[in-house]
């Protein structure tokens, strides 16, 4: 498929190097393109060009990114983001538990088809998560079925073993999920080195 991330920060990048590696053309929508990189566009040139974006930007940033990009409009979006900060010196959900960042930006994108995924794992297992014996889950939420099976491909050929958890709301779930695993790496000593995986009974390796 023809790929575009918004954002080339850690997110960006490795999901580059894995989508690449699988087959994809993969190109970056930035708000200042390096001229001295073939693979940087504009924001709206790269959407333009793209047959399937993803928003690994900042969420704060999210809306000014839908509006440069022109809206996605009929693409599937792959919303990566998590709207976290700080409250009382602990990691929260900015938006809280009754909606979620890729509900917003489904608001904020209403043309497009946003499904959200990539968001639930440390930016250091995404260039490679085949690295592990057992495949990381990465489950994958959105209204629109053919956006969502598109989603769940590039998911499935990044390495992660792709779950449909439904729909977009249950973005609520995985929005948090990220949040347990920034909990195990930076605060319960796990480090970025680890992964959630599901195990079905009788599925022996
Ligand atoms: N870090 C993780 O392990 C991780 C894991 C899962 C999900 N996420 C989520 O993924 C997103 C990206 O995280 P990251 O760690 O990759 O962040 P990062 O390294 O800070 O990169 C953010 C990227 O967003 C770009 N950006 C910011 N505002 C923009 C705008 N208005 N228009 C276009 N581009 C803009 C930045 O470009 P400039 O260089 O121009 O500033 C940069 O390339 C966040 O929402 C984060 O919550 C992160």
């Known amino acids: 498929m ?11 990048q490795a999901l580059a ?5 699988a087959g994809h053309t993969v190109i970056f929508g930035a708000r200042t393109p ?4 073939a693979d940087e566009r504009t924001v709206r040139d790269a959407a333009a060009a793209a047959e399937i ?30 709207p976290l900060g700080v409250a009382d010196g602990e990691l929260s959900l900015t938006l809280g538990f009754e909606t979620s960042g890729a509900e917003r930006i489904a608001a904020l994108a209403p043309r497009a088809h946003v499904v959200k995924a990539f968001n639930q794992t440390g930016w250091e297992n995404m260039q490679d998560a085949r690295a592990y014996l057992a495949r990381p889950v990465m489950f994958v939420a959105g209204d629109d ?13 990044a390495g992660f ?14 929005e948090p999920l990220a949040m347990l695993w920034i909990e195990l ?13 599901l195990q079905r009974r009788g599925a022996g390796a």
Do not use: Q
């Open 17 to 21: 190097v894995a989508l690449r590696r």
């Open 185 to 197: 790496a930076r605060k319960r000593g796990l480090g970025a080195e680890f992964c959630l995986a």
């Open 161 to 174: 073993d792709a779950i449909d958890l439904g729909g977009l709301r249950a973005a609520r779930l995985l």
């Open 2 to 12: 023809r790929v575009a991330i918004m954002g080339t920060g850690n997110v960006g």
């Open 53 to 82: 974006a993803i928003l690994a930007v900042p969420f704060e940033a999210a809306g000014e990114v839908i509006v440069a990009a022109g809206g996605f409009p009929g693409k599937p979006l792959i919303d990566a983001t998590n």
């Open 145 to 157: 079925d053919a956006s969502k099976a598109a989603a769940s491909t590039l998911v499935a050929d």
């Open 34 to 37: 390096d001229a001295a990189r």
